[in-house]
């Protein structure tokens, strides 16, 4: 038999965040507006295992991982009907108050899958069957340290590196050759301890770029050799979790734990300075979008929130729906509330929350930590809509046909 090459459709979700890591899809031809009780659930998998890791879909096939039999797991299923296609062990579980197992998502590269357990392991294997190609820690080999809530970085694969992000003395972003895993370079310059968040790649300025927010500061590095190109401080507290937001020369961070939101401007010669500083958005782990100028996510206080992209300025606040993540896809923001399972399909609306329907995800697991809550972030691929509660993974039939 041949090996599979995934080379991806218009409508797959190859990695977190989607495409271009920024949660949108561009993929149309999408329900406008739910019938009453939700959109039509397509398949229900019980064999997610425990954790809260997000999920990869490309040409049929959806990834992610999950704590069973005692180990972490990196997870194939069949995206149209839920069917386990191969797991593949990852190591041993990370134990947490807020609950045990992976946090990350798979990236999908041709015909190769690249998985971050919770403890630290970094995995390649083949998407065919699943078997490991090489292996690599973030702790053992590369002088990174767990972070208290475990990793939880989606790993980022171009050009035929992986990009990772390991933290500590030895330099807090790393590139290993992704055919092999042997480490290509270690960002000396850059020795932050490793957050929640994942790296973002641009163009600017003439070279690659890998943008990367930890505790204290943003910072980016050459792609090529991991050099220092700039960095700009920010005041994290706690956990600095939500992947920053990069549109042209500009990059959007934000965080909780009352720190709020800025949008730094990078001009020629990799100048960075602060466009605004404020506490508009204080999103704790739940992502923001940008569309049409325009930020849109749950901000710690005021509820959901639309804020001017340029300004910094607050549009509008709405506590209709309660924290939570959000994807956008097909014209509609996908809102998923942590604390109940309620999902909303809402207009991108400068003008005001509008909700165009919603349901409560039934069942919900028995296995979730008495902290824990629905975390996993919503997945639009190819026409339907994935969610996930722990083990239970959940499939949504959202096009409009």
């Not at 901000?299 to 340029?310: I, K, Y």
Request: with cysteine; charged share 25%.
């Amino acid at each position: 038999m041949s090996a599979l090459v995934f080379s991806g459709i218009a409508g797959d979700w190859p990695q977190w965040g989607g495409p271009n890591r920024n949660h949108i899809s561009k993929e149309t031809g999408l329900l406008q507006k739910w019938p009453e009780g939700g959109p039509k659930r397509v398949w229900l998998s019980e064999k997610g295992g425990v954790g809260y890791a997000g999920f990869s879909v490309v040409e049929g096939r959806l990834f992610t991982m999950g704590a069973r039999d005692g180990k972490e797991q990196l997870l194939a299923f069949d995206a149209n009907d839920g069917k386990e296609l191969w797991a593949a062990d990852l190591g041993d579980i990370l134990k947490n108050d807020w609950g045990d197992g992976p946090r990350g998502t798979p990236t999908i590269d041709g015909d190769r899958v690249y998985a971050l357990g919770g403890k630290g392991k970094l995995v390649a294997a083949s998407v065919q069957d699943g078997k490991i190609l090489w292996t690599k820690s973030l702790t053992a080999d590369l002088g990174g340290k767990v972070p208290g809530w475990g990793y939880t970085e989606s790993v980022l694969v171009e050009g035929g590196v992986v990009y990772c992000t390991p933290g500590g003395s030895k330099g807090t972003i790393a590139a290993l050759d992704k055919m092999t895993g042997e480490l290509k370079w270690q960002s000396s310059e850059v020795t932050e301890p490793a957050h929640y968040s994942s790296i973002v790649p641009t163009d600017l300025n003439g070279s690659r770029q890998l943008i990367q927010l930890t505790m204290k500061q943003l910072t980016s590095v050459n792609a090529k050799d991991g050099k220092l190109l700039w960095k700009s401080p920010w005041p994290g507290r706690t956990a600095v979790i939500p992947t920053p937001v990069v549109s042209g020369n500009q990059v959007y961070i934000t965080t909780g734990y009352g720190v709020g939101s800025k949008l730094v401007k990078v001009d020629a010669g990799n100048k960075p300075s602060d466009v605004f500083e404020n506490k508009v958005m204080k999103n704790h782990h739940g992502g923001v979008v940008l569309l049409d100028g325009h930020i849109y996510g749950y901000s710690d206080g005021p509820g959901w929130v639309c804020q001017d992209f340029q300004t910094g300025k607050e549009v509008w606040a709405d506590k209709k729906l309660d924290k939570g993540a959000v994807t956008y896809a097909g014209g509609r923001l996908y809102c998923l509330e942590e604390r109940t399972g309620k999902v909303a399909l809402m207009e991108a609306n400068p003008k005001g929350w509008t909700e165009r329907g919603s349901f409560k995800l039934d069942p919900q697991t028995k296995q979730r930590a008495s902290r824990g809550m629905i975390w996993t972030h919503p997945v639009i691929a190819n026409g339907k809509l994935y969610l996930r509660d722990q083990e239970l993974i959940f499939c949504f039939d959202v096009s409009n046909k």
